[in-house]
């Protein structure tokens, strides 16, 4: 597609109950990232995605967190037993290759509201 | 240590005004820089990278110190449409490719 997509743009959901949040990225683009950011807060990385090499996980927060990468293209982040705490805005962004002089481009993002 | 550190402002500055954003980066095998803008309830959006030599895009003009490890921004002639936040982002020098943000630096240009 012409930009990356995220789906849903909103979600509200109640504690204890399982959310997915899908990213579509840029076609051709072999990085994908997650991160989410507070309101009021910097962005805080989740999980890096890189061609068919293991992510880099070292972001997520804790073990209700996973993210998986289908076939090298699409994303979904799965938080399991929602808490609180993870109502943020989750955004994606995807890059052509690895570090380089492009930056990347993000999503619009998802914004999750536990309640 | 925060990998990237940046003022968070607020920083009010009326039309017209120059205004300039530092941000230090604590890694020196960091190897990419860029700033990026971001408005409110929106996702960030790459402004401009950020070269050893300098470089200029119009009104703004970003500088790189490796010495001193410190991004810099500066926006001449301020327009009440440069009101956002502007993220300086740092990349390599840590595991994997991953991209560190600063908080972000506030600006508001009153008219």
């Known amino acids: 597609g012409a930009g990356v997509s995220q789906s849903p743009s909103n979600k509200v959901t109640e504690k204890g109950k399982d959310v997915e949040l899908r990213c579509d990225p840029i076609?051709?683009?072999?990085?994908l990232y997650w991160y989410r950011q507070s309101l009021g807060q910097g962005l805080e990385f989740l999980i890096y995605?890189?061609?068919?090499?293991?992510?880099?996980k070292s972001g997520l927060p804790s073990d209700r967190f996973s993210a998986e990468r289908t076939g090298g293209s699409v994303s979904t982040l799965t938080i399991q037993r929602t808490q609180q705490e993870d109502s943020a805005v989750y955004l994606c962004?995807?890059?052509?290759?690895?570090?380089?002089?492009?930056?990347?481009?993000f999503g619009s993002g998802t914004r999750l509201t536990v309640v | 240590r925060k990998e990237v550190e940046q003022d968070p402002g607020p920083f009010n500055v009326p039309e017209g005004a120059t205004v300039a954003f530092n941000c230090t980066y604590s890694n020196s095998a960091s190897q990419s820089f860029f700033w990026y803008r971001q408005d409110c309830r929106k996702e960030p959006k790459l402004l401009m990278s950020v070269y050893s030599s300098g470089n200029e895009d119009g009104r703004f003009t970003a500088q790189l110190n490796r010495a001193s490890q410190y991004i810099s921004l500066l926006i001449r002639d301020s327009k009440l449409s440069d009101s956002a936040t502007y993220l300086c982002v740092v990349i390599g020098g840590g595991t994997g490719n991953q991209f560190y943000f600063g908080t972000g630096t506030s600006l508001t240009v009153i008219p």
């Open positions: 076609s051709g683009h072999t990085a």
């Open positions: 962004a995807s890059s052509l290759g690895t570090a380089g002089t492009r930056g990347y481009t």
């Open positions: 995605f890189q061609g068919n090499s293991a992510p880099d």
